[in-house]
């Protein structure tokens, strides 16, 4: 079964619309965090924004925030006011375990492409 | 925030030659890096983990001899892929943690492409 599910291979949203991007996670873990990454055309691994199993309140960081819902292992990533630069390749990625506290690798989802309209 | 280094970010090499692609930790120490693989249009796949001053850890299916793993210093890994065919053309990306924190760094990545 796949880790981290991100149902939505393509999304088009409007210029200074809100949109949502999905993503559901699959762990017995109890300790556990969840990133969202953007990957330009570039390449680049562009941090966005974490949020720890045992963090009580969605994590925010401007104009990106992170609808968690433990009790569904979802953690969808909500863009406010979209932008044209933020057209890119979004994915969403979660840490196991306590051994994050050095090490720890990162399991990644197949990834949404954002594409915003003029 | 924390920087990773990543070079080259683009080579192409004949077939049977062998690439090396560094991935340094630029203010802080790496006990840890982790090698990524990337197919067009397609998830981060992870490769291996690379300990500092220690054999890797390598993920089921990888070759350990095809995908030689050194970290030689506490911010620097590299990656070489040896005797290299057309198959081997992915995007390779590395990353590293500070010990504290939760957010790992990316280096910019390396498009190989083996003609």
């Known amino acids: 079964a796949q880790k981290i599910t991100q149902t939505q291979p393509g999304m088009f949203v409007q210029e200074k619309e809100a949109v949502t991007l999905d993503c559901t996670y699959d762990?017995?873990?109890?300790?556990?965090?969840l990133f969202w990454y953007k990957q330009p055309s570039s390449g680049e691994m562009i941090f966005l924004i974490y949020?720890?199993?045992?963090?009580?309140q969605n994590a925010t960081e401007g104009r990106y925030s992170l609808n968690f819902q433990k009790a569904r292992k979802s953690a969808n990533l909500v863009i406010s006011a979209s932008q044209l630069g933020d057209s890119a390749m979004y994915f969403c990625?979660?840490?196991?375990?306590?051994?994050?506290?050095?090490?720890?690798?990162?399991?990644f989802g197949k990834g949404t492409k954002l594409s915003v309209k003029p | 925030g924390a920087v990773v280094s990543q070079h080259p970010s683009r080579v192409i090499c004949k077939s049977g030659t062998s690439v090396k692609i560094e991935c340094r930790s630029l203010?802080?120490?790496?006990?840890?890096m982790f090698w990524y693989r990337q197919f067009p249009k397609k998830s981060l796949m992870l490769m291996a983990t690379?300990?500092?001053?220690?054999?890797?850890?390598?993920e089921q299916g990888v070759e350990k001899d095809k995908f030689l793993i050194n970290h030689a210093s506490l911010t620097l890994s590299t990656l070489t892929v040896t005797s290299a065919h057309p198959e081997d053309s992915s995007f390779y990306i590395c990353?590293?943690?500070?010990?504290?924190?939760?957010?790992?760094?990316f280096g910019q990545g390396t498009r190989l492409t083996v003609v």
């Open positions: 990353s590293a943690k500070p010990p504290a924190g939760t957010e790992a760094f």
């Open positions: 762990t017995s873990d109890p300790s556990y965090g």
């Open positions: 949020q720890g199993s045992y963090d009580q």
């Open positions: 990625a979660m840490r196991e375990g306590r051994s994050w506290g050095s090490q720890g690798n990162l399991i």
């Open positions: 203010d802080f120490q790496a006990t840890t």
């Open positions: 690379s300990n500092e001053g220690s054999k890797a850890t390598y």
